[in-house]
């Protein structure tokens, strides 16, 4: 049987750098099709609709089926090709672990840091100048009051779950901790955080920034500021 045609549908400073690292770490061959976002609003583009309806990033075709959502398509990958490799054993307490952070990622996490990217450029967006004050006073303070707390409460938790294992499911990586690089990359480099108050999140991005299969998908994929 001919192996599977993997093509990653790769928008710059994004999730889908999860899949490429992914990939590495199965040693999976696959192509790349690459997408820039808009300068200004960071969108990806409108030619990623004719991938997928959503327009949305990561998208990736095996053969000439099309998956989406990063979660889903880790596991799918796993299911398909892992052999055992990246996932806890069933029935494991590092397989509840597992689960439980692969779904956090995106479900908890994530939309905390697009908020808090989101409001903070409210101030400096194009508005009438009568209505400029009161949007900046909003912003102000939906930032002080929700966001900027529920993002510290959660940092603090993922802080705290680190101290029970070198990653998250466990001694070993897996495609949890994968889903969770986005995220914790772009906590380190906007979450309001500090290597001091929060070392052992310092610590793992730097584990994941040294591993061969990450150091790969960087030169394939290129560097990767998070975004949205």
């Known amino acids: ?14 999730r889908s750098q ?3 690292w992914l990939l ?7 192509q790349i099709v690459r997408y820039q976002r808009d ?13 997928h309806p959503l327009g949305k990033s990561p998208v990736i075709t095996i053969d000439s089926e099309v998956l989406a959502e990063s979660g889903a398509i880790l596991e799918d990958l796993i299911e398909r090709f892992g052999a055992g490799r990246l996932i806890p054993p069933q029935g494991s307490p590092e397989r509840t672990r597992y689960r439980y952070w692969l779904h956090y990622a995106e479900g ?8 808090k990217l989101v409001i903070s450029r409210i101030p ?10 009161v949007a900046r006073g909003i912003a102000r303070g939906v930032q002080t009051r929700y966001v900027e707390p529920q993002l510290r409460r959660h940092l603090d938790f993922v802080e705290s779950e680190l101290g029970r294992s070198p990653w998250l499911a466990g001694d070993d990586v897996t495609a949890a901790d994968i889903q969770m690089s986005y995220p914790l990359e772009a906590a380190v480099v906007r979450g309001g955080i500090a290597a001091a108050s929060h070392p052992r999140i310092f610590a793992m991005v730097e584990r994941i920034h ?3 299969a990450y150091q790969r998908a960087l030169e394939r994929g290129g560097p990767v500021v998070p975004a949205l």
């Open 1 to 14: 049987m001919a192996a599977p045609t993997i093509t990653v549908h790769h928008l710059e400073n994004s």
């Open 18 to 20: 999860r899949v490429l």
């Open 24 to 30: 590495e770490e199965l040693g999976l061959p696959y």
């Open 39 to 51: 300068p200004k609003m960071l969108l990806a583009p409108p030619s990623l609709r004719a991938v």
């Open 108 to 115: 908890s996490l994530m939309p905390l840091l697009v908020m």
């Open 124 to 133: 400096r967006a194009r508005m009438p100048f009568f209505v400029r004050p």
């Open 210 to 212: 040294q591993r061969a």
